[in-house]
Structure formats: C-alpha cells, structure tokens
T-cell receptor, first 118, second 113 residues
Framework: AQKVTQAQTEISVVEKEDVTLDCVYE???????LFWYKQPPSGELVFLIRRNSFDEQNEISGRYSWNFQKSTSSFNFTITASQVVDSAVYFCALTPSSLNTNAGKSTFGDGTTLTVKP | KAGVTQTPRYLIKTRGQQVTLSCSPI?????VSWYQQTPGQGLQFLFE???????NKGNFPGRFSGRQFSNSRSEMNVSTLELGDSALYLC????????????FGPGTRLTVT
C-alpha cells in the first residue's frame, strides 16, 4: 500500500517570508512519480511539478523549489518570498509507474493550507 | 486549448437514485482519472481510463463505475446513492497516462439528500 503524508495541515506566513511544505511518502514500488498540485480558492487543482523516482536532482523554478530525497522518502516544496496569491491548498501526490501492477493508482496527501498574509 | 470540462457542475439527488457524471478531457489527452474529494477523506482515487480500458481502480464499492469512449470522453456512474456519496467529483486528464501531469476539471458537486 502506498501513503502520502503532509504533516502540516495549515501554515500561515507573512508576505515575503519563505515557506517549506513537507511531503513524506511510503511505497513498495521501485519506480514511481511524485507530484505537487495547487488548489487555489477557485477550486481547480493546478499542476506544479512532476519528478520520477530516478531523478533526485532538485529543481528551482522562479520562486518555487523542490527537494527530493529518496533516502528519506521526502519531496518537499519551498516558496521563496511568498505572495498573497500563493494562498491555496497544496497537495503532494504519488503515482506508481507503468511497470507496477497498481500503475496509475494515484495517492494524494491530505493537503497543506497555506495562508499568506499581506 | 480548452481545459477539462465536467458536466453538470452541481447536482442534487436523493438516496437510492443513480447519477451519471461526464468529463471531456483536453484534446489529445488519452487518459482520464476520476477522484472523489471530501473534507474528511481528502482526494481519493476512483479509477483511471486509458484508451477506453480501465487501467486501475481505487477502493470504492461496485456502485461506482465508469467508462471511456473512443473520443476519450469519460463518464462515471454511481448507483443506489448514499448520503456519504456527497462530494466533489474531480476528473483529470493527461497526455498518455496518469504518470504524466494531470489537468483537472472544475469538478461536479454532488449532494445526496
């Protein structure tokens, strides 16, 4: 069975602060994909990043950065210089690769609600 | 490019009835996944369809079913509705399969009374 844990239920920061959202996962599959999605108040989930289990290279995209550490089964997400528009629920997700019997069976964490105050 | 569309957006049904929800994926996308989102259980995977075949199914009772048509449009059906089926049902499409990034629709809000 696979599991995605986002221990932080809610985080509140003041604009321009840096914030890190934690994601820890459990899986027996050796190949899988990890994702982060954002769900703004408008409701639609928006894709942010995808990482496969072979690629531990961390990535920076503008104010966003991701830290994938397979040794600790973590895939954390950092927003630098947060803005009010970053306020949303952020979901971490895991999807087994097509090499696995449960391929495509995505598991989402419970989400972290981020509030950025002006 | 048009996004994922779901119809209807809101639905109110009575216990025991059945309901069919529709999802039109982004043009060119072959995979459609369905999720149930509730405050208590979060986002839970229902099933994924790829090229008209159910690729995988989540831990939901047999009352939940789905299908995908040759144009990749998908429907999900819930029979014998229960109060606990009240939820936001989200559809997501991806280019090849759900190991690629998924693009979500706005959802169908189902209320069972």
């Amino acid at each position: 069975a696979q599991k995605v844990t986002q221990a932080q239920t809610e985080i509140s920061v003041v604009e321009k602060e840096d914030v890190t959202l934690d994601c820890v996962y459990e899986t027996r599959d050796t190949t899988y994909y990890l994702f982060w999605y954002k769900q703004p108040p408008s409701g639609e989930l928006v894709f942010l990043i995808r990482r496969n289990s072979f690629d531990e290279q961390n990535e920076i995209s503008g104010r966003y950065s991701w830290n994938f550490q397979k040794s600790t089964s973590s895939f954390n997400f950092t927003i630098t210089a947060s803005q009010v528009v970053d306020s949303a629920v952020y979901f971490c997700a895991l999807t087994p690769s097509s090499l696995n019997t449960n391929a495509g069976k995505s598991t989402f964490g419970d989400g972290t609600t981020l509030t950025v105050k002006p | 490019k048009a996004g994922v569309t779901q119809t209807p957006r809101y639905l109110i049904k009575t216990r025991g009835q059945q309901v069919t929800l529709s999802c039109s994926p982004i043009s060119g996308h072959r995979s459609v996944s369905w999720y149930q989102q509730t405050p208590g259980q979060g986002l839970q995977f229902l099933f994924e369809y790829f090229s008209e075949t159910q690729r995988n199914k989540g831990n939901f009772p047999g009352r939940f079913s789905g299908r995908q048509f040759s144009n990749s449009r998908s429907e999900m059906n819930v029979s014998t509705l229960e109060l606990g089926d009240s939820a936001l049902y989200l559809c997501a499409s991806s280019l090849a399969d759900s190991t690629y990034e998924q693009y979500f629709g706005p959802g169908t809000r189902l209320t069972v009374t």
